[in-house]
């Protein structure tokens, strides 16, 4: 290899890793936070500590499931089918944002919208009705974030924090109740209210499922939610999905969201530092005293919820409080969630020439669900 080729080569590779970094920003700030903190805090024997090897396998499985079943178009059939039974598009918007909250609880949030953000614009494209795209999107990333609140597994912060305070399953459950119902009824109202009754025709596509392998992956899927109830031991998941899916799906692996993965590795090194600093730890601690469900839903909206669930549960015992906030505090500006940058490079993809409306449509829909749902929040707790 000549000397020009050599340095081709490596712009090519440094270029690669600008382009990695650019396009998972928040695991960027987020191995940053770790990198500076870490100067602050010398690594030492305590850092291991800091992990939790639980939230990441969970983590890993579902997701890992998750990726075979798309591969297999399990979800996007499923939904096709539901949507073709409606004959107006008030009616599909309204499947479209049920099938992708209810795919949150299941699946996560960011997994939710990748599988049924592709749906969406298929059904809008295909009828003509491009003009309910933001407003689709839109509604369906805030059924994404809002929606896997009830389940443990259904946003990342709830693995970490179900796990971090042994949470009992019915007393997750009965805490979330609340917000989960508020936000199934304010969805429900913008979709009737923003969104005529307008005919459409929906093609059905014949699109066959293969039986093994479906079966096969939801009885995987079966044992990855059994791990997260912990009802059996994560190390078990970690040994059998990755070794099945080795041989059943190997693509599956490798589709993984590994950045996100590498985002909360790296955030449990920033939070365990930060609680290690005297000044911080002070200083978090009396504003969790002060409210720890609005100080946390403002923490979202500047460093986003995951994130927020890590560090703030170092300075904190009120679970409770904590997890309404850091799920609420998921609506609201852009970066207040993970899912919403998903979202929003969607539909740039699609609407370039959008993206200004996009935003400002984006802002008032969740600012109005994040300040209601907060203000009814602060009453109750």
Not at 97 to 111: K, P, Q, R
Not at 169 to 174: L, P, Q, S, V
Not at 280 to 285: G, M, N
């Amino acid at each position: 290899m000549t000397g020009t080729h050599v340095k081709r080569h490596h712009f090519h590779v440094i270029e690669h890793i600008i382009s990695f970094f650019r396009k998972n920003i928040v695991m960027t700030v987020a191995l940053v936070a770790a990198l500076v903190t870490s100067i602050i805090v010398p690594p030492d024997a305590k850092y291991i500590d800091y992990f939790d090897p639980r939230t990441l396998t969970c983590l890993f499985c579902v997701l890992a499931v998750v990726c075979a079943l798309r591969n297999i178009k399990f979800f996007f059939i499923l939904a096709r089918r539901i949507v073709s039974v409606f004959r107006n598009i008030r009616r599909s918007v309204l499947a479209l944002v049920y099938i992708t909250f209810i795919g949150s609880m299941l699946i996560a949030n960011d997994m939710a919208l990748l599988t049924f953000l592709p749906l969406g614009y298929l059904v809008l494209s295909s009828t003509g009705m491009q003009k309910y795209m933001a407003f689709t999107f839109i509604m369906q990333n805030i059924a994404a974030n809002l929606g896997g609140m009830l389940t443990p597994f259904g946003n990342p912060q709830n693995l970490y924090l179900y796990s971090k305070f042994a949470i009992p399953t019915g007393d997750f459950m009965a805490v979330m109740a609340l917000p989960f119902a508020v936000s199934v009824v304010l969805i429900t109202l913008c979709c009737i209210i923003f969104v005529r009754p307008e005919p459409i025709e929906v093609k059905d596509e014949d699109v066959q499922l293969p039986a093994g392998r479906c079966a096969l992956y939801l009885v995987l899927f079966a044992l990855s939610i059994a791990i997260v109830f912990r009802s059996i031991p994560y190390f078990i998941g970690l040994a059998v999905i990755p070794t099945v899916l080795m041989f059943a799906d190997r693509s599956a692996l490798k589709a993984v969201d590994y950045p996100l993965l590498l985002t909360f590795v790296f955030f449990f090194i920033f939070a365990g530092n930060m609680a290690r600093i005297d000044a911080v730890r002070e200083l978090f601690s009396y504003l969790m005293d002060k409210s720890t469900l609005l100080f946390s839903v403002v923490s979202c909206q500047f460093i986003s919820n995951v994130p927020s669930s890590i560090l703030l549960s170092q300075f904190t015992g009120n679970w409770q409080e904590l997890l309404v906030g850091v799920n609420i505090g998921g609506a609201g500006t852009l970066i207040a969630s993970l899912a919403s940058l998903i979202t929003f490079r969607e539909y740039t993809s699609h609407d370039p020439r959008g993206t200004v409306k996009y935003i400002a449509k984006f802002s008032a829909f969740n600012f109005g669900f994040l300040g209601i749902l907060t203000a009814i929040m602060l009453i109750v707790m």
